[in-house]
T-cell receptor, first 113, second 116 residues
Framework: DQQVKQNSPSLSVQEGRISILNCDYT??????FLWYKKYPAEGPTFLIS?????DKNEDGRFTVFLNKSAKHLSLHIVPSQPGDSAVYFC????????????FGTGTRLTVIP | NAGVMQNPRHLVRRRGQEARLRCSPM?????VYWYRQLPEEGLKFMVY????????ESGMPKERFSAEFPKEGPSILRIQQVVRGDSAAYFC??????????????FGEGSWLTVV
């Protein structure tokens, strides 16, 4: 039962353009959302997060948007750089505790120079 | 300042053998988490441990899998009588305290188990 879904397995974007990665979730009890970046043969590294009481969080080139009514969040990267090429995972935690991160299946972003 | 260290990075086992995966958390971290990533899937939570205690094992398969985090030494994820379906990447993560949000969790580079 996949509670966090990333329906696009891959995305290709030209360098300098905007990358938009999408994520949907089904559990309305999720209260914190995170994006992780993962390179091959490495562990995930935290990128940016957002609390369910907000609808936007920005950190440099990265912005995460949350639409609670649609149970949808997105990660915007602008401008995209070749070094951004990686697999991006969306994750969520429950109010009851964050021991358990629920991950999506990932979107592989390729930024073309 | 070493990060989360996992070993072995790659492990090959025949069906029926045992696999032991080790995780040394970041210095000063007493909370350890294990996640599994099956091919073409996202990471899935397995177990959360503090020193000498299993806090949450809701993601652990009921049989053949066990985890420990002794007072001294690394955390160990043990898989007995491995089957082909156990082939996956196993990621360990650690945090300084119980993490209310995942950004305080640091992941290791993973251990890739292949069962032949």
């Amino acid at each position: 039962d996949q509670q966090v879904k990333q329906n696009s397995p891959s995305l290709s974007v030209q360098e300098g353009r905007i990358s938009i990665l999408n994520c949907d979730y089904t559990n309305s009890m999720f209260d914190y959302f995170l994006w992780y970046k993962k390179y091959p043969a490495e562990g995930p590294t935290f990128l940016i997060s957002i609390s369910s009481i907000k609808d936007k969080n920005e950190d440099g080139r990265f912005t995460v948007f949350l639409n609670k009514s649609a149970k949808h969040l997105s990660l915007h990267i602008v401008p995209s750089q070749p070094g951004d090429s990686a697999v991006y995972f969306c994750a969520a935690t429950l109010k009851t505790g964050a021991n358990n991160l629920f991950f999506g299946t990932g979107t592989r972003l390729t930024v073309i120079p | 300042n070493a990060g989360v260290m996992q070993n072995p990075r790659h492990l090959v086992r025949r069906r029926g053998q045992e696999a032991r995966l080790r995780c040394s958390p970041m210095k000063g971290h007493s909370h350890v988490y294990w996640y599994r990533q099956l091919p073409e899937e996202g990471l899935k939570f397995m177990v959360y441990l503090q020193k000498e205690n299993i806090i949450d094992e809701s993601g652990m398969p009921k049989e053949r899998f066990s985890a420990e985090f002794p007072k001294e030494g690394p955390s160990i994820l043990r898989i007995q009588q491995v089957v082909r379906g156990d082939s996956a990447a196993y990621f360990c993560a650690s945090s300084l305290r119980q993490s209310r949000s995942g950004n305080t969790i640091y992941f290791g580079e993973g251990s890739w188990l292949t069962v032949v």
